[in-house]
């Protein structure tokens, strides 16, 4: 007797259903583990929420390459089996890309925006009838130039970002200098811990020293939120080396507080100890009178009124009962309100902050729509200097793709005719 047996095989539709169900789940709950670390801490609030609401249709976009990707590869397997290995693939490189502020999420947005571009470019050719061949079809859905691309941008990012050089630039004033001007080296932006290590670093305090600067101005951002305690205090032991007859001070950033997370791996407290531990003084809103003559103020960051509540003085107070004939540098970690700190009668300003962009096209999206900073480089405002330094590293992410990092040399010298940039 022949005996009739029925196999119920889930259908394509609903396995790659379930699939991509369970995915999504795991990938919102990697997601809210992450951002559990920013509550009651002073993350823009708008800022986590776009982020968040922009890696749905980041994910599913990705996850569109991978299905296209496995799709041409496995064409001569089942639809089943090209869905299980786009699932798979697709959730290996989306869970670490949950983490908000980690390397694997831009990695995968350079993907879908390069894809993006794809889709633009096959879409118009396909429009104008101008290629019809198989082998730009299969190369569209294959998605190896999104992937291509992100591999070559992400391997100059990386490199970049190591390769930090010094910038020096010459400033011209008419008000009285030491014998042979005055050198100040700017080091901003460390955000130790990310691409560089204490190697480096040491190699960077050599470099800036053969320069014999009068004044070290350490501009802010030297640690952030993932600095870890140890690395915190070995960053300042490294930069007090620097020799400078006016000594080393030091304004704090907008991360260096690590107010960013709600588990910090060190307190003010700690931070100012370490700073000050180390022989550099911290000026916040406070101004001094140098041993050569010439006065430093330092800022309090601009964001910290936001966070603590403690109010930033204005510019023009904090020059009162300085000598109006004396060279008057101003550190402020964010190149912000050129035209009150020209009037308050400073001389020159030192920033940081901008990073130069880091990540393209960060640079372009700040020059368009920021108009009250500067994104980098040597300006002229209201007859006060301002240098903005891209900074020694960056932020976040080990990778680099705008821009350069950098430590600054600034020459002083007295007016002999129109100022120079070496």
Known sequence: ?????????????????????????????????????????????????????????????????VRRFWGVVLAKRSRRAQESAALITATAALVPSMQIFGTPVLL???????????????????RLGRVRARWWRTLYLSGVIPLAGVLLLGGYGAVNIRRPVLTEYTVTTEKPLPPGGYTIALITDLHYGNALTAEDLAADVRTVAEARPDLVLLGGDIVDERTGRQDMREAFALLSQIPAGDGTYYVYGNHDKALYTSEPAFTPGELAEAIEGAGISILEDRSAVLPSGLTLTGRQDRSDPVRTGVPRADAASLMEGLDPQAYH???????????????????????????????????????????????????????????????????GYPIRTE??????????????GETDRV
């Open 329 to 395: 540098i101003l550190l402020d970690h964010q190149p912000r309100e050129f035209e009150a700190n020209a009037a308050a009668g400073y001389d020159l300003m030192l920033s940081g902050h901008t990073h130069s962009g880091q990540i393209w096209p960060m640079g372009l999206l700040v020059e368009a729509l920021d108009r009250g900073t500067i994104l980098y480089g040597h300006e002229v405002r209201g007859g006060m200097d301002v240098i903005v330094s891209s900074g020694l590293v960056g932020w």
């Open 403 to 416: 821009g350069h990092s950098e430590a600054v040399i600034v020459h002083v010298v007295n007016r002999r």
């Open 108 to 126: 995968v947005l350079h993907v879908v925006v390069l894809g993006l571009l794809m889709e633009l470019l096959y879409g118009l050719s396909v």
């Open 1 to 65: 007797m022949k005996t009739n047996v029925r196999t119920y095989a889930v259908p394509l539709p609903g396995f790659a259903l379930a699939g991509r169900a369970l995915m999504a789940l795991l990938l919102a709950g990697v997601h809210w583990t992450d951002v559990q670390q920013y509550f009651d801490s002073s993350s823009p609030p708008r800022l986590i929420l776009a982020i968040s609401a922009l890696l749905v249709p980041v994910s599913a976009y990705f996850y569109v390459l």
